[in-house]
C-alpha cells in the first residue's frame, strides 16, 4: 500500500496491513498546526513480519488483532463497541438485492473482520443504515452550494460517508477516540483531503483543526444519546460559539428509549446496548436547542424508519397518534445564523 501522495482519495487501505501510510493523521497534542498540515505517520512494515508464531500481533492494549493475514479481531468494548454494530447494519443492508444503501466499501471492511456480528448483535434490520442514506442526502446538498467545504464527523468509527458523497474537492476530519480510529485507518487511510484526529469529541482541540473559510458542516450520528444531558448542552453551545454560519446533523432517542438503556437493554442475550443518558422527544427539540443557543436558525426533523417489514408497513397509520409520533429515533438537522 503505497502513500497517499499520487494516490486517489479513495484508496483504501486493504486488510493485510496493521496501520496506514503517510498521510494526514493529527495527533490531540498537535492539532494547533495550521489546518492541513501534513504529519508523516510512518509506513508499516509488510504484514507477514508483523504476524508471529502465535498467530497475529498486538499492538498496544487497544489495536485490532490480525488473523490469517487477512482478517482483523477487533479489541472493543461499551461505546466504541457500536461501531461495529452500525457496520453490522450498514454492510447487512447494502448485501441486500433490494438494500437502501449502496456501499461496497462498509461490505468490504465487515467481511475483513473476524467478529461474530450476527451473534453479538442479532439481525441487521436496515435502521441504522436509512440513517446513513438520510445523512449522505443531506450532505450531497450541502456540498451543492459549498463544494470546497470542510466536514467534520464526529465519533465516526467506521462509518465510510466521505467515500460515499466525496466530490473531489471536499474536506473531511474524523474525530474518535485513539481505539476507534486505529482500527478505522486499517481500511480507511487518511489523506491529504481525510483527516483523522484521535481524540474524544469532548476535546474541543479538534475545533482547531477545522478550516472555516469554505463552510463547515459537522455530523455528529451515534454520538449525543450516549452523553449526559449537560454534556451535550455545552458541546452544542462551544460548536455554535465557535462556528456560525455552520450546518449540524445529529440523531437523538426518545426519552423511553434512553431509560430502558439505563436501566439495562439487551439487545440480544449476548449483548446489552450502553446506557444513553440523553433521550428527548421530538416535540422538545426545536425548543430545547433555541434556549441553547441564540444563533440557532431553522431546525428540522427528519424521520428515519425501518426499510422494510411490519414496522414499515405500520408506520404511517402509528404516525397518526402524537404519543408514538414524538416518542420514536429522529434525524436532527440545524442551521446557524451568522454572527
Not at 57 to 71: K, Q, W
Not at 172 to 183: G, K, N, R, T, Y
Amino acid at each position: 500500500m503505497a502513500n497517499s501522495v499520487g494516490r486517489s482519495d479513495h484508496a483504501i487501505a486493504p486488510a493485510a496491513r496493521l496501520c496506514p501510510p503517510y498521510g494526514t493523521r493529527l495527533s490531540a497534542n498537535r492539532v494547533g498546526q495550521k489546518a492541513g498540515a501534513e504529519v508523516g505517520i510512518g509506513t508499516c512494515p509488510p504484514a507477514a513480519a508483523l504476524v508471529k508464531s502465535a498467530g497475529f500481533t498486538r499492538i498496544g492494549t487497544t489495536h485490532p488483532r490480525l488473523h490469517d493475514m487477512n482478517r482483523f479481531v477487533p479489541d472493543l468494548s461499551s461505546v466504541p463497541e457500536t461501531m461495529l454494530l452500525a457496520l453490522h447494519n450498514r454492510a447487512g443492508e447494502a448485501n441486500r438485492p433490494d438494500g437502501v444503501l449502496t456501499d461496497p466499501d462498509s461490505v468490504r471492511i465487515y467481511e475483513a473482520i473476524d467478529y461474530d456480528f450476527a451473534l453479538r448483535f442479532g439481525t441487521s434490520e436496515g435502521s441504522l443504515a436509512v440513517r446513513a442514506v438520510e445523512i449522505d442526502r443531506i450532505l450531497r446538498q450541502w456540498l451543492v452550494n459549498h463544494p470546497d467545504g470542510f466536514v467534520v464527523s464526529l465519533g465516526e468509527g467506521l462509518e465510510t460517508q466521505v467515500r460515499r458523497v466525496d466530490n473531489g474537492r471536499m474536506r473531511w476530519l474524523s474525530v474518535d477516540l485513539p481505539e476507534a480510529i486505529q482500527l478505522r485507518e486499517c481500511f480507511i487511510p487518511p489523506t491529504d483531503r481525510f483527516h483523522h484526529l484521535a481524540a474524544s469529541a469532548l476535546d474541543r482541540s479538534w475545533m482547531d483543526a477545522v478550516e472555516v473559510s469554505s463552510g463547515v458542516f459537522i455530523v455528529a450520528q451515534g454520538l449525543f444519546m450516549y452523553l449526559e444531558p449537560k454534556t451535550v448542552r455545552r458541546l452544542f453551545v462551544d460548536i455554535a460559539e465557535r462556528f456560525s454560519g455552520a450546518e449540524i446533523a445529529f440523531d437523538v432517542v426518545p426519552r423511553w428509549f434512553s431509560l430502558l438503556t439505563l436501566l439495562g437493554l439487551q439487545r440480544t442475550p449476548n449483548y446489552r446496548l450502553p446506557p444513553m443518558p440523553w433521550g428527548i422527544n421530538c416535540d422538545e427539540i426545536e425548543a430545547t436547542l433555541r434556549r441553547w443557543h441564540p444563533l440557532v436558525g431553522t431546525v428540522e426533523l427528519l424521520r428515519y424508519r425501518m426499510p422494510r417489514g411490519v414496522f414499515h408497513d405500520l408506520d404511517p397509520i402509528l404516525q397518526l397518534n402524537p404519543l408514538f409520533r414524538n416518542a420514536v429515533p429522529n434525524l436532527v438537522h440545524v442551521r446557524l445564523h451568522r454572527t
